[in-house]
């Protein structure tokens, strides 16, 4: 089992990075250089499908927890007991485990305890779930919703060990801050290029220094500071994945890593914006004027549904707009006309098909209407 660096480790770094954070548009301006987390840190870092159908649940009650489990659970130690018990049916302590990873990666709870019963409406199949649902969008959304509204809280809520491990690889740079020169050496040697699990590679690599728990020894936080406030441009990893090798199952989700538009955790759902990052896909950019009524449509405000209270809740209903607009997988790309190389992280885009036969059409302005002429 993966143990997580200590938090004291988390807090300064966070500290550090949001004070760049940009809530409207969802990126880091740092002096200038302006980065973002998109679906395509997602897929690389964490190897979780980013394509799919949107993880939201139709029955907000807890008929599903109930019909698995024949009872209604909120604590996590519960499925725990479930999960450690081998005489419990296989499907049970399956879709317990997978509640588990839900709560401690993509849909964190403020007390680490509780969880979302409605959930388990998608985790009604073990086996398929997580090759059917957008579990990465899920994660990349959750995170983001809760960066966009923490001027209004205390506590950042989501997997914030996502965000770290994003400025680790964009800012190799910052391994030295840490007094982890040689993990850096390691990276840009390509040790990532062919790992499974490249988060869980970094995570490892932080606790390698001891001293990261407390700050006040370590002094690390000025050193990062130092980093961030002196960084340029050829410092920044812009294209990091470039080399990295995804697993079969993943392969076809890189088409979408600049996918336009909403990204939903159930209720959560909030604006994906790689136009704004496009030099992390390769370099072009898009004119703000030329492109701006073709992204506006991905642009509107997005009203946050509440689960609480005894109405029903529709969220497909609430959320109809919003689907439609995932269901049209729209990406940068296809917004973006102008010849380029294709994303590093992609491959190159398969040949047109080729053009389509000229249907006919009866010429019924000859009597009887029986002759034909192209159309």
């Known amino acids: 089992m993966l143990s997580l660096p200590k938090s004291a480790i988390l807090s300064p770094f966070l500290s550090e990075v949001l004070g760049y954070y940009d809530p409207i548009t969802n990126t880091f301006d740092i002096r200038g250089h302006v980065l973002g987390i998109t679906l395509e840190d997602v897929l690389f870092l964490a190897r979780i499908r980013i394509d799919g159908k949107p993880v939201l649940v139709k029955d907000y009650r807890n008929n599903h927890c109930s019909a698995i489990f024949e009872e209604v659970i909120y604590d996590v130690n519960k499925l725990y007991e479930i ?40 985790l009604s199949d073990p086996d398929g779930t997580f090759g059917t649902y957008a579990w ?63 988060m869980q590679w970094i995570l490892e690599k932080l606790l390698l220094n001891s001293a990261l728990g407390n700050d006040r020894r370590s002094d690390y936080r000025k050193k990062m500071h130092t ?72 642009d509107h405000h997005i009203r946050f549904v509440d689960n609480r209270g005894s109405n029903g809740h529709d969220y497909f209903e609430s959320y109809k707009r919003e689907l439609i607009l995932w269901d049209k997988k729209m990406c940068v790309d296809e917004v973006h006309d102008d010849n380029r190389s ?24 000859q009597v009887g209407g029986s002759s034909e002429k192209l159309s």
């Open 342 to 365: 294709p994303s590093p992280s992609r491959s190159p885009a398969p040949s047109p098909p080729p053009p389509r036969r000229q249907r006919q059409r009866r010429d019924y302005s």
């Open 136 to 198: 990465g969008a899920a994660m990349l959304a959750f995170l983001q919703h809760h960066l966009e509204k923490l001027n209004q809280s205390t506590k950042l809520g989501g997997c914030t060990w996502l965000l770290v491990c994003f400025f680790l690889v964009q800012i190799p740079k910052l391994w030295d801050s840490l007094g982890l020169t040689s993990v850096r050496e390691e990276m840009e040697a390509g040790q990532l290029d062919q790992h499974p699990f490249p």
């Open 227 to 298: 980093v961030f406030e002196n960084l340029e441009d050829e410092e920044i990893c812009w294209t990091p994945y470039a080399n990295w090798v995804l697993p079969d199952e993943l392969k076809e989700d890189k088409w979408f890593v600049t996918r336009l538009g909403p990204i939903f955790c159930n209720n959560f759902v909030v604006h994906h914006k790689p136009h704004l990052v496009t030099k992390q896909f390769g370099g072009y950019e898009l004119d703000p004027v030329m492109h701006r009524d073709k992204l506006a449509i991905f």
């Open 83 to 122: 999960i450690e018990d081998t005489s419990a049916d296989w499907k049970k302590r399956k879709a317990a485990l997978l509640m588990v990873i839900v709560q401690c990666i993509i849909i964190l709870s403020p007390n680490g305890i509780n969880f979302y019963p409605p959930l388990f409406e998608v």
